[in-house]
């Protein structure tokens, strides 16, 4: 990919030229007395205070660099000007000279993430298009959609990758996909955490080639960079230097080494510019940090290089001449250039998709996803045909002889525990790995919680039809079950309704922990519930005073659904392999399980509300880790 590249030609609309862009949707950012404070309570007193009153402005049409030791704030001070972080912050951030609103501000910036979170299993143009219906919404026609995708994807030297899955991408094509799916929808504002991270020299070259031509545009371009070679340094217009939480350097590349000499430190001779601020901002040169940020008063002026004299930022006159809040629908009409996002009037809405095209777009990208993914296709299909067969021999022909009834329970409550976990162990798994990406999605305004919820769950329903079905068809015939297809269909749907609620506890733990915890948790949580199923202890067994616990665990539902289904509704005398069996009749046999008076409609329905409220618990959480994920 060549470091020159050009977006003159980046869409019909790119603008009529970029003037369009820059008159009607070019975006300055400017903050006045920033503070950020981690840890819980309403003031700042007695926390770790991350940003000290911290000022600045970001123009657009300039690639801005924040640059910093490790925990110097330059991360939490992109969160904040980004409108990802919010609680513990003070100070002011303006938006063109009024202060910013929030949910306006997030439709019209994005956020791309140190990580390149993907969905590895989709192709480069099947996740650009899927952006691109989601980001910019039925108001743009389809062709006009393909004709965008086509410009980002040769812009971005995307094109020859276009039918590559992501998992065999370079880290520079993952990154400028990234970066690709977020400008679908032409965002004045763009956010990047530390960008060229895990790339080599000349592909992080190449990237911050790329971001200073998108500034060209008339965007404005924010990213935090780690040690920038001298090259890479020459590439931004602007750099924002921050140190133990303040602002000791606020200009452009070529007045650095003049202003660090105007504080009486001496950069080396062919040494690098970006170097040597860092090394000063790390305290090895000694305690001059105070001086540094007196020197642009904290970020509120900026550095001249040809003077050497600093003159007043545009943080106070915006904060002066900010006599009231932009327009909401003035702010959307700010964006022009590429094929926008067009939202309707209404400040309530804030996608560019209605919620049916959301859920559709979504269906089908997780449709592929899964569908190509080893784990949740090949080896579950490989698994439940193994252990199906295994089971089969295990219990080969006990199904009809009363002499081995308890076997064939035992059976009975081995199926249900497989369908459970093989149901919701590998979603644990990928559910998991998945929220990074619907993070990030969701953050940057892609569809709402509701409509990836909704799509996620409508495309897990054929499989956890699909694998049961595989599983009981062959275990049903081998260990002779009663040949009656109503039977086999009462069995069958307790196992279906088993792996929903077993899938539907996995997304719950996978969305409420991370791997290592949700993979310890998923699997030990359901023990006191199948503890509680009537197959180790039968109801008139448990003590009165937690009885009453029975009722909450869907293991009782499914074990008396399938019992019901194998033994009850009047089955004829069962077969007896020895001279006398004392179980012969099924309904003695339900009898001895206190299950006479269960009802296997009432199954169905405790197995249901099981599904809702694990399905509604998991929805919860993945909304919770939304609110406090940064």
Same mark, same amino acid.
């Given at each position: 990919?060549?470091?020159?590249?050009?977006?003159?030609g980046?869409?019909?609309?790119?603008?009529?030229?970029?003037?369009?862009?820059?008159e009607?949707?070019?975006?300055?950012l400017?903050?006045?007395?920033?503070?950020?404070?981690?840890?819980?309570?309403?003031?700042?007193?007695k926390?770790?205070?991350?940003?000290?009153?911290?000022?600045?402005?970001?123009?657009?049409?300039?690639?801005?660099?924040?640059?910093?030791?490790?925990?110097?704030?330059?991360?939490?001070?992109?969160?904040?000007?980004?409108?990802?972080?919010?609680?513990?912050?003070?100070?002011?951030?303006?938006?063109?000279?009024?202060?910013?609103?929030?949910?306006?501000?997030?439709?019209?910036?994005?956020?791309?993430?140190?990580?390149?979170?993907?969905?590895?299993?989709?192709?480069?143009?099947?996740?650009?298009?899927?952006?691109?219906?989601?980001?910019?919404?039925?108001?743009?026609?389809?062709?006009?959609?393909? /004709?965008? =995708? +086509?410009?980002v994807? !040769?812009?971005?030297?995307? $094109?020859?990758?276009?039918? #590559?899955?992501?998992?065999?991408? @370079?880290?520079?094509?993952?990154?400028?996909?990234?970066?690709?799916l977020?400008?679908?929808?032409n965002?004045?504002?763009?956010?990047?955490?530390?960008?060229?991270?895990?790339?080599?020299?000349?592909?992080?070259?190449?990237?911050?080639a790329?971001?200073?031509?998108?500034?060209?545009?008339?965007?404005?371009?924010?990213?935090?960079?780690?040690?920038?070679?001298?090259?890479?340094?020459?590439?931004?217009?602007?750099?924002?230097?921050?140190?133990?939480?303040?602002?000791?350097?606020?200009?452009?590349?070529?007045?650095?080494?003049?202003?660090?000499?105007?504080?009486?430190?001496?950069?080396?001779?062919?040494?690098?510019?970006?170097?040597?601020?860092?090394?000063?901002?790390?305290?090895?040169?000694?305690?001059?940090?105070?001086?540094?940020? /007196?020197? =642009? +008063?904290?970020?509120? !002026?900026?550095?001249?290089? $040809?003077?050497?004299?600093? #003159?007043?930022?545009?943080?106070? @006159?915006?904060?002066?001449?900010?006599?009231?809040?932009?327009?909401?629908?003035?702010?959307?009409?700010?964006?022009?250039?590429?094929?926008?996002?067009?939202?309707?009037?209404g400040?309530?809405?804030?996608?560019?998709?209605?919620?049916?095209?959301?859920?559709?777009?979504?269906?089908?990208?997780?449709?592929?996803?899964?569908?190509?993914?080893?784990?949740?296709?090949?080896?579950?299909?490989?698994?439940?045909?193994?252990?199906?067969?295994?089971?089969?021999?295990?219990?080969?022909?006990?199904?009809?002889?009363a002499?081995?009834?308890?076997?064939?329970?035992?059976?009975?409550?081995?199926n249900?525990?497989?369908?459970?976990?093989?149901?919701?162990?590998?979603?644990?798994?990928?559910?998991?790995?998945?929220?990074?990406?619907?993070?990030?999605?969701?953050?940057?305004?892609?569809?709402?919680?509701?409509?990836?919820?909704?799509?996620?769950?409508?495309?897990?329903?054929?499989?956890?039809?699909?694998?049961?079905?595989?599983?009981?068809?062959?275990?049903?015939?081998?260990?002779?079950?009663?040949?009656?297809?109503?039977?086999?269909?009462?069995?069958?749907?307790?196992?279906?309704?088993?792996?929903?609620?077993?899938?539907?506890?996995?997304?719950?733990?996978?969305?409420?922990?991370?791997i290592?915890?949700?993979?310890?948790?998923?699997?030990?949580?359901?023990?006191?519930?199948?503890?509680?199923?009537?197959?180790?202890?039968?109801?008139?067994?448990?003590?009165?005073?937690?009885?009453?616990?029975?009722?909450?665990?869907?293991?009782?539902?499914?074990?008396?659904?399938s019992?019901?289904?194998?033994?009850?509704?009047?089955?004829?005398?069962?077969?007896?392999?020895?001279?006398?069996?004392?179980?012969?009749?099924?309904?003695?046999?339900?009898?001895?399980?206190?299950?006479?008076?269960?009802?296997?409609?009432?199954?169905?329905?405790?197995?249901?509300?099981?599904?809702?409220?694990?399905?509604?618990?998991?929805?919860?959480?993945?909304?919770?880790?939304?609110?406090?994920?940064?």
């Open positions: 990919m060549d470091t020159e590249i050009k977006l003159s980046w869409s019909p609309a790119l603008m009529t030229g970029k003037t369009k862009l820059q009607g949707g070019s975006l300055d400017t903050f006045c007395d920033l503070s950020y404070c981690v840890g819980k309570g309403k003031f700042c007193k926390l770790k205070t991350i940003l000290h009153q911290i000022s600045g402005s970001f123009k657009s049409g300039q690639l801005t660099a924040i640059l910093g030791p490790s925990g110097a704030g330059k991360t939490s001070l992109m969160n904040i000007l980004a409108g990802l972080k919010k609680s513990g912050t003070q100070g002011k951030v303006y938006v063109n000279g009024a202060e910013r609103n929030f949910k306006t501000f997030r439709k019209k910036s994005a956020y791309i993430t140190q990580k390149d979170h993907l969905l590895r299993n989709l192709t480069v143009d099947e996740y650009i298009i899927s952006a691109a219906h989601l980001k910019l919404g039925n108001a743009v026609s389809n062709k006009e959609k393909i /004709s965008t =995708v +086509e410009l994807m !040769k812009t971005l030297g995307l $094109t020859n990758s276009q039918h #590559t899955r992501i998992s065999r991408l @370079s880290g520079g094509e993952c990154k400028r996909l990234s970066i690709a977020e400008l679908i929808d965002p004045s504002v763009l956010f990047l955490d530390e960008p060229t991270s895990g790339l080599d020299s000349s592909s992080s070259l190449q990237c911050v790329l971001l200073r031509e998108i500034a060209r545009s008339g965007r404005t371009v924010i990213a935090t960079i780690h040690q920038p070679s001298f090259r890479m340094l020459n590439h931004f217009d602007h750099l924002y230097i921050v140190a133990s939480g303040s602002c000791i350097y606020q200009g452009t590349v070529g007045s650095l080494i003049s202003y660090f000499k105007s504080m009486n430190l001496n950069c080396p001779s062919f040494h690098n510019p970006a170097d040597f601020a860092l090394d000063v901002a790390s305290g090895e040169y000694g305690d001059v940090l105070e001086r540094l940020v /007196s020197g =642009v +008063e904290n970020g509120r !002026k900026v550095y001249q290089d $040809t003077s050497m004299e600093t #003159t007043t930022s545009a943080v106070e @006159s915006n904060s002066q001449n900010n006599t009231g809040d932009i327009d909401a629908d003035e702010e959307v009409s700010m964006l022009s250039g590429l094929p926008k996002k067009k939202l309707a009037t400040s309530r809405l804030m996608y560019a998709a209605p919620f049916h095209t959301q859920v559709a777009v979504l269906l089908g990208r997780t449709w592929r996803t899964i569908w190509r993914d080893k784990i949740l296709t090949t080896m579950r299909l490989g698994v439940h045909v193994l252990v199906a067969i295994l089971v089969g021999f295990l219990y080969w022909q006990i199904g009809d002889d002499a081995s009834i308890f076997n064939n329970v035992g059976m009975i409550f081995f249900m525990l497989f369908i459970m976990a093989a149901a919701m162990m590998p979603t644990v798994l990928t559910f998991a790995l998945d929220t990074e990406v619907l993070i990030r999605e969701h953050l940057n305004q892609w569809y709402s919680l509701k409509a990836y919820y909704l799509a996620r769950t409508l495309a897990d329903i054929p499989f956890q039809i699909f694998y049961p079905v595989v599983y009981l068809v062959p275990v049903y015939l081998m260990t002779d079950q009663p040949m009656s297809l109503e039977r086999f269909g009462l069995l069958l749907a307790m196992m279906i309704w088993l792996s929903l609620v077993g899938q539907g506890f996995g997304l719950f733990f996978g969305a409420a922990f991370d290592q915890v949700a993979s310890f948790f998923a699997p030990t949580s359901i023990v006191p519930i199948f503890l509680l199923s009537g197959f180790f202890v039968t109801f008139d067994s448990i003590p009165r005073y937690i009885s009453w616990l029975t009722y909450f665990s869907f293991a009782r539902y499914g074990f008396e659904g019992m019901l289904s194998v033994y009850g509704y009047d089955r004829s005398p069962l077969s007896c392999s020895e001279s006398y069996c004392h179980f012969r009749f099924p309904e003695k046999f339900l009898e001895q399980f206190d299950l006479t008076r269960s009802s296997y409609s009432w199954s169905v329905v405790g197995l249901l509300v099981n599904y809702i409220l694990i399905r509604t618990a998991g929805y919860l959480a993945l909304r919770f880790k939304l609110r406090h994920v940064r």
